[in-house]
């Protein structure tokens, strides 16, 4: 979990650099409660006043500061929330309907998610396999994983 959320914080301050905003860093490994509670704050603080700033990002181009929190970082968000479910033993609950329409968005643009480094190679899965599965093993992770123990 502690690398999930390093990685959101750490990932996010480094993409909003692209609209001119520098958040200051923050020591998520010395108490990651209380810099996610930062990091929060500051990713709502930019939602609230987006003041007109444009995102410019050479895999996505230019968007409003705020399309692009929702397009990028609130669906990393929401992807990652399957790590966390599986890490702690849990069987993750994306939405059927949500993770059709993230996958028919991304399954169109996957040469340039993949040439991001964004995700690793897709994992294959049954032709029958839901839709939540689909999408997660589209972005490289394993429907069927389980924590060990």
């Not at 939602?47 to 995102?55: E, I, K, M």
């Not at 294959?124 to 839901?130: E, K, N, Q, R, T």
Request: hydrophobic share 45%; proline share 8%.
């Amino acid at each position: 979990a502690l690398d999930i959320v390093k990685h959101l914080v750490e990932w996010s301050r480094g993409f909003l650099k692209g609209a001119g905003i520098e958040l200051p860093a923050l020591d998520v490994e010395a108490d990651p409660g209380a810099a996610w509670k930062r990091h929060v704050t500051d990713i709502q603080a930019i939602l609230d006043d987006p003041a007109g700033r444009v995102l410019s990002n050479p895999h996505i181009g230019d968007k409003p500061v705020d399309e692009a929190i929702d397009q990028f970082y609130t669906a990393d968000v929401w992807m990652h929330s399957w790590d966390l479910a599986k890490a702690l033993g849990r069987e993750p609950d994306l939405d059927q309907e949500r993770c059709a329409t993230a996958l028919a968005a991304m399954e169109p643009v996957e040469q340039m998610l993949r040439d991001s480094g964004q995700f690793g190679p897709a994992v294959p899965v049954a032709p029958d396999a839901s839709v939540q599965d689909k999408l997660m093993a589209f972005i490289g992770r394993d429907p069927a994983w389980r924590p060990e123990g």
